[in-house]
């Protein structure tokens, strides 16, 4: 992650700090709800569940892959193309 949460968090703090002193009262409010509004997207994981379903003589398996990235489930979900598995695609 770029930033670590509690650096973002002093950030945030001493960023609303100054706005206090510095702006009046309708600039503070839109400008807090933009500042909470982008720390919820930076502050939020990417990390989700992917189901692996893989196909072989004409039975399918399901597999979850748990807290991970996207791009990560489908490295895991090729991985199992070599082995036992025929056909392997994410859902």
């Given at each position: 992650?770029?930033f670590d949460?509690?650096?973002?968090?002093?950030?945030?703090?001493?960023?609303?700090?100054?706005?206090?002193?510095?702006s009046?009262?309708?600039?503070?409010?839109?400008?807090?709800?933009?500042?909470?509004?982008?720390?919820?997207?930076?502050?939020?994981?990417?990390?989700?569940?992917?189901?692996?379903?893989c196909?072989?003589?004409g039975?399918?398996?399901?597999?979850?892959?748990?807290?991970?990235?996207?791009?990560?489930?489908?490295?895991?979900c090729d991985?199992?193309?070599?082995g036992?598995?025929?056909?392997?695609?994410?859902?």
């Amino acid at each position: 992650m770029l930033f670590d949460k509690y650096y973002l968090f002093l950030l945030l703090i001493q960023f609303l700090y100054l706005l206090i002193l510095k702006s009046n009262f309708m600039k503070k409010v839109s400008l807090v709800l933009g500042v909470l509004f982008l720390m919820t997207l930076a502050l939020s994981s990417c990390k989700k569940e992917y189901t692996c379903s893989c196909t072989t003589g004409g039975v399918s398996v399901d597999f979850t892959i748990a807290k991970t990235t996207k791009a990560d489930a489908k490295s895991k979900c090729d991985a199992l193309n070599v082995g036992l598995y025929a056909s392997c695609a994410i859902k």
